[in-house]
Every structure is written in C-alpha cells, then in structure tokens.
C-alpha cells in the first residue's frame, strides 16, 4: 500500500486533473464493470472507480480506470454489479447492548419471550441481574405487561428488560425487591411507575423511573463494552455502513472508542453527541441517571469538539429529549391520544429555549428527540429563537424522529434549515405500529405518522437511521420499508398509508449524502467523487431496477471504508 500522505496527493493531483480520466497516476485498487449510483449530480453514475489511499482518485468507464492501474493495483471486477455510497446512519446508539444482554427483538409471543429467558438464565448462570430488551408490546395479552410474565420463568434473579424503544422496561419481583420499589414509591419526575388495582407496582417502569431500577444494576466492565463495540461494529460494517452519528454519547463510552481508535479498529466512523438534559431529575441512560447540564459539561464538550474532528471520530453535536413515545403515550400532544393523555414535554419552552441558544452560540448542532406534535412544535419554537438571538449563520439543528408533526409544522424545516432525522423502518407496519401505535394515534394523525414523503414535498433534508439498538441498523431493510410501507412479507398489500412513499434513489440519498450533509461531513463522504474518502457498498442486486419486493433479498456484497474491506461477504465474485 502506498504511504497515507502520497494516497492525498493523488487524490489532490485526480481532482486538479479535473476528470478522473485524464489523472495519470496509479490506483492501489480499482473496481470495474460495475454500475455506480454516485449521489453527486455533477456525475451520478460511472462505470468503475479508482481508490488510492483511503480516497477516491477517479471515477469513469471501465477503460478509462483500467488505465490506471499498476502492477501492485488489486483489480475487482464486479460483473454489472450495483455499486452506492457507504450507508450513513444518522440516530444509532452505540456501543450498543451488551455481549452479555438476552436479546428480545422480534419475538411476538409471550411463549418465545418467556423461552428466550428461561434459556438465557439457564446459560448464564453466575450473572447476578439479567438485563436486555427489545420487546415490544404485542407480544403480550391484551398490550398490557406486567413481572408476573417473567416471575412465571425466573424468580430467584433480578431481571429487568427494557421495551424496544428503550423509554420504559419491565422489572420482576425480585428486581422491585432490590431495588425497593413499593406501591408507597412516589413516580419520580419524568417517570411513572405503573400500578395495578390493588396499588401494588406491575413492574412496569416508564422513562426517567427505570432509573429506580437501572441504578442497581452492575455496570458492564469496560472489557465487556469494548467486546459490544467489536462485535455491533461488524454487524454494522456487514449491512453496508460506513458511518454512524450515536445520538447518546456518554463520558462513560469514551476510553472504549479510544481505545478501539488507537487499536485501529474502528470499522465505522463515528459522530459522538453527549446529551443535554432537563432541570432536576435527569434521564435515564444505561446504568445511571445523567446529571443535567452544567457549564463544565459545556467546557468538556468543547474539548472534545476540538481534539476529535473526524475522520473516524467526530464531535460536536448535542442531543435533548423532549418526549417519549407514541407507543407508551408519552409522546408530547397537542390533542389527546385515543384512550387519553396527551404525554408530557420535558421540558418547559423557556428552559429549551434558552439552553438550546446556549448551544447555539457555541456553534454545537443540537439534536432534540421529539415525536408528538407538541413536541416537534417546541424543538422548531426553540430553533427559530435561537436564530433570532444569535443571528444567521449555517445552522444544521435537527428534530429526532418527527414521527407526527403538525402539517403547518412541515414547511419550517426547510424555512429554518432544520433536518428531518427521521427512521424509515419506523414505518414497517408491524403488529406493533398496526395495534397500538396507529391505534392511539387515531386515523387523522396516523395518516400522516412517519410519511417520509411529507418531509420530501417541504423541501426538508432528510436523514435516514435506524435508532439501533432499538430497530436493525439494515438500510437495505430501512429502503424498503421507505419505498414500500409494508412489512418484508408484502403486508398490508399495497402499503400503509402508501402516499406517504418515496422512491428508491430518494432513500438511498437520505441514507447517502443526507447523513453525510447532517453530520457536516459532506465535503469528505456521502457521495462517490474524486478526492472524496472511498466509503462504498457492493449489492447482490441492483435496487434501483428490480422490483422493490425483490429489496429484501439483496445482500451487501462488500462494504469498503476508506479504502479498506471492513466486510466481504463469500459471495463476492
Ligand atoms: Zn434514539
């Protein structure tokens, strides 16, 4: 391989040749016959790319890159294959579940959750609390959970496994015994601990009252967070990622991706955003309570902004929660949900305001989660008022989620250069979105709930993620639930609420150069181009020209990030 520093001068020498075509040094590798969806529009497709270094040096017909190549040049040809930018995440949470955690995910029945923990326990016997997630509420009789399920499979350990979205979880007997969880424990702010008739706690623990719970759980050794990091960065390298923005950075995480950074084996890149939070109380995240915000914390995150500016890793973003979930009705409404309640903001306006203009002055791009359309209506009041109070400048702020915005809300993102982060599995309907998520709404919001479509016609930007661990990273999956709004076996034929779709090319740009343009990377990544970092994914089928419902079946092939393979898969021709 060439030195790091003659691979620059390449690509410098590509880009002042001004065409790939005309450059006349030697590639290190080049990828021929291929079709290339670059994402720039001053050439949106090629045939065949050179790479020197971690850079792109030229894109153009399989000719003209074979031209460059060398004697040393390693030469793939990739028989027609599809060739796209490196799949951008823009909502992941990193460093993910523990290796040691029962996963939940996807189990519909209360039958297969109770087995999944029956064996888990059975295998990790010297574990003194099991704690995992990933459940959803459909799994259970009539949507209502309860530690009676779980006490029927394991009494003689504290378990506590957290719901899907991660804004509440569920606690057996013995987990509220540890923690000394009562029917006389009052809900602490931000949270509810529910209660059956009798009065008693069901086990149920929702938003800021898992902390009740999470704070006597034994936090995983740093060994056993690095092993997570190791183990969801191949995961995420093999659905064709090349960078994540992780929206719940704690200091906690940090000597990890060090570590991993001066191990050289990080195989994604990384936007790290710490969490701001509400006054007193704070929001649980992991294994403790995070403190609100403090001015050293403002002078910490500054440091970090500074030291750490990409390629790899990345600071300089803040993220706030100013809701829940529509699916635990704690989603801030306007209107009240069908059953009632109308959820509740974390905040008060006037305390989002002003820490959100304090952010703003320091030139951090704020992240607010905000799901009702209360909510989503505050993050863009805050917004608008810290543009009024620190003037115009090239603002990127973003709303999380924006799963149902107020209609009159839409045409503000683009008026205010506010980015839709939106999750496009968020819009698979599953038994989940069908029974209770679209079912609280009522059919008026629910027509409009997670309509990617709706942010397209504003003119809005629009990044795609995943919000993994919550959902799968998997864009390919992600694309077509985008294009398709059913769920991978065909259902509802024809799409839930179908005039909230978007088209293939639309998706993969919000997965693309959306990601890259919110993480203020646009300049290096989220497109193919000369001198741009050689971040690319090779399918097994080419989705911009089979039918969407052949999406689900294509494969990443091999997924190159600056340069190098972080996946190759055995199919690789
Ligand atoms: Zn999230």
């Not at 990622?241 to 940090?254: F, G, H, K, R, Y």
């Not at 890259?516 to 290096?524: H, L, N």
């Amino acid at each position: 391989m060439r030195s790091h520093a003659l691979a620059l001068l390449l690509a410098a020498a590509a880009n002042a040749a001004g065409s790939g075509g005309t450059a006349t040094a030697h590639a290190d590798r080049v990828l021929l016959n291929a079709r290339i969806w670059t994402g720039d529009d001053a050439r949106p497709s090629a045939e065949a790319l050179a790479i020197a270094g971690d850079r792109i040096l030229a894109l153009g017909s399989t000719d003209e890159i074979r031209a460059l190549a060398g004697p040393d040049t390693a030469v793939l040809d990739l028989k027609g294959r599809r060739v796209v930018p490196g799949f951008q995440d823009s909502h992941v949470h990193f460093p993910g579940p523990s290796v040691n955690a029962v996963r939940l995910d996807g189990l519909e029945s209360l039958e297969a959750i109770q087995a999944r923990l029956r064996e888990f326990a059975r295998s990790h016997p010297t574990l003194p609390w099991i704690t995992g997630g990933g459940w959803g509420y459909s799994a259970f009789p009539n949507q209502t959970v309860d530690r009676k399920y779980i006490d029927a499979v394991i009494k003689d350990r504290p378990v506590y496994i957290e719901e899907r979205d991660g804004h509440m979880g569920l606690a057996n007997s013995r987990a509220l015994e540890t923690a000394g969880v009562t029917r006389t424990t009052p809900d602490p702010p931000n949270g509810t601990i529910m209660r059956g008739a009798s009065g008693e706690p069901t086990g149920e623990m929702k938003e800021a009252a898992q902390g009740l719970i999470l704070r006597h759980v034994p936090p995983p050794t740093s060994q056993e967070v690095y092993e997570s990091l190791l183990q969801h960065m191949d995961e995420a390298a093999a659905d064709g990622l090349t960078a994540v923005q992780n929206a719940s950075w704690s200091p906690d995480d940090q000597p990890v991706f060090e570590r991993a950074l001066a191990a050289g084996a990080l195989k994604v890149r990384f936007r790290l955003a710490p969490m701001i939070l509400p006054g007193e109380g704070g929001y649980p995240k992991g294994h403790a309570l995070m403190a609100p915000l403090s001015e050293k914390d403002l002078d910490d995150y500054k440091a970090l902004r500074d030291r750490y500016r990409g390629p790899l890793l990345k600071f300089g973003s803040i993220k706030g929660v100013l809701d829940g979930t529509v699916d635990a009705r704690t989603a801030a409404m306007f209107e009240p949900y069908v059953g009632g309640g109308t959820g509740l903001p974390f905040w008060d306006q006037e305390d989002l305001d002003r820490t959100v203009a304090l952010y703003d002055r320091e030139g951090f791009q704020v992240l607010l989660h905000a799901i009702g359309d209360k909510a989503i209506h505050m993050a863009l009041d805050a917004f608008e008022h810290a543009a009024k109070t620190n003037g115009s400048r090239g603002r990127r702020h973003r709303v999380e989620h924006v799963e149902v915005p107020l209609l009159s809300d839409l045409p503000r993102f683009r008026q205010l250069g506010v980015i839709a982060s939106t999750q496009a599995l968020f819009a698979s309907p599953d038994a989940t979105v069908l029974e209770n998520f679209a079912v609280l709404l009522g059919p008026e919001r629910a027509s409009h709930a997670d309509s990617f479509r709706l942010f397209d016609d504003a003119g809005a930007v629009q990044a795609f993620g995943s919000d993994w661990a919550v959902f799968d990273f998997a864009p390919l999956k992600g694309i077509y639930a985008a294009v398709t709004r059913m769920t991978p076996e065909g259902t509802p034929k024809g799409g839930w609420y179908p005039a909230g779709r978007i088209g293939v090319e639309a998706a993969l740009r919000h997965y693309t150069r959306d990601g890259a343009y919110a993480s203020f990377d646009e300049e290096v990544r989220g497109t193919l181009a000369p001198g741009k970092l050689a971040d690319l994914v090779v399918l097994s089928r080419d989705i911009l020209s089979v039918p969407p419902s052949e999406i689900p079946a294509t494969k990443v092939l091999l997924t190159v990030m600056g340069g190098r393979d972080t996946f190759r898969d055995a199919d690789l021709p």
